[in-house]
C-alpha cells in the first residue's frame, strides 16, 4: 500500500522510491534475500534486466547510495542485528553476510560503524542494562 500511495517520481530517495521501480526492486529482492553472496553491479543490473551503467544510475539516483554502498549498509545492518543478539559467534556473523574471515569483517565493520564488533557488543549490552 504504501509503494502505491507514494508515485515512484515523487518520493525520497530511499529503499521505498527503489522498491517502486520495478526493475529495481528485483535486484533489491535479491540482494536482501541473499546478502551473503558475493554481488557484482552486473549481476545486480542483470536482475533489473538493466545495462551496468543504466542500472548504476538508477540505483543510485532512486536509492541515494551506489549499488554497493548499498549492500554494505545493508549487510552492516544485519550484522549489528546478529551482534546485538549476541548468539553468534563473529565467524558465524561474518559467514552469514559474506565475508571469508571475521577478521576481514571487522576491518570492515569498523570503517562502516565506528568501532569493533566486540566494541559494538559491549556498547549494546550497557544500553541493555
Do not use: C
Not at 541473499?34 to 540505483?59: D, I, M
Not at 569498523?110 to 542494562?129: D, I, W
Amino acid at each position: 500500500e504504501a509503494l502505491r500511495a507514494s508515485p515512484e517520481r515523487d518520493a525520497p530517495p530511499g529503499l521505498m522510491r527503489g522498491l517502486a521501480d520495478t526493475r529495481l526492486a528485483e535486484s533489491l529482492r535479491a540482494i536482501h534475500k541473499e546478502p551473503s553472496r558475493a554481488w557484482t553491479v552486473e549481476q545486480l543490473a542483470n536482475q533489473a534486466l538493466l545495462s551496468r551503467s543504466a542500472f548504476f544510475q538508477r540505483f543510485t539516483h532512486a536509492l541515494g547510495l551506489p549499488p554497493m554502498e548499498y549492500l554494505l549498509a545493508w549487510r552492516m545492518a544485519i550484522a549489528k542485528d546478529l551482534i546485538a543478539g549476541g548468539r553468534l559467534p563473529m565467524e558465524q556473523v561474518a559467514e552469514r553476510i559474506g565475508y571469508s574471515s571475521a577478521s576481514t569483517f571487522s576491518t570492515a565493520f569498523r570503517r562502516h560503524v565506528g568501532r569493533s564488533p566486540r566494541g559494538y557488543a559491549r556498547e549494546r549490552r550497557s544500553l541493555q542494562h
